[in-house]
């Protein structure tokens, strides 16, 4: 049974910084890509940044030079290093996986999407 656990979240004022961490039993993430989705309250699951098998990382434009993921094997844990956060940064955090090797994860999701591993996410608000 595939489970992902994420951990990290909290409540920061503008400016701060969060690490956020997933980590995997039932799989290895480096056999897989993993991304990571924002939900915004009332919002669809929208891909923040996603990690290849073969650690090619895609960040959203958005997040480009402020959020970073990363990958130990060894802990077989993902990493998503925020900084610089924003109250449009507020949202439910998910690690993401396929169940397939040939699904990919599209830049937007509705949260449970059955072709994909869900974490049971981590909040993250930012106050201006």
């Known amino acids: 049974e595939v489970q992902l656990v994420e951990s990290g979240g909290g409540s920061v004022e503008a400016g701060g910084s969060l690490t956020l961490s997933c980590t995997a039993s039932?799989?290895?993430?480096?056999?897989?890509?993993v991304g990571w989705y924002r939900q915004a309250p009332g919002d669809e699951c929208e891909l923040v940044s996603r990690?290849?098998?073969?650690?090619?990382?895609y960040t959203k434009d958005s997040v480009k030079g402020r959020f970073f993921i990363s990958r130990d094997n060894a802990k077989n844990t993902v990493y998503l290093k925020m900084l610089t956060l924003a109250p449009e940064d507020t949202g439910v955090y998910f690690c993401?996986?396929?169940?397939?090797?040939?699904?990919?994860?599209?830049?937007?999701?509705?949260?449970?999407?059955?072709?994909?591993?869900w974490g049971q996410g981590t909040q993250v608000t930012v106050s201006s």
């Open positions: 993401v996986v396929p169940r397939s090797p040939d699904r990919m994860l599209y830049d937007w999701t509705v949260y449970g999407d059955r072709f994909l591993y």
């Open positions: 039932g799989l290895s993430f480096s056999g897989t890509t």
């Open positions: 990690l290849s098998s073969d650690a090619i990382p």
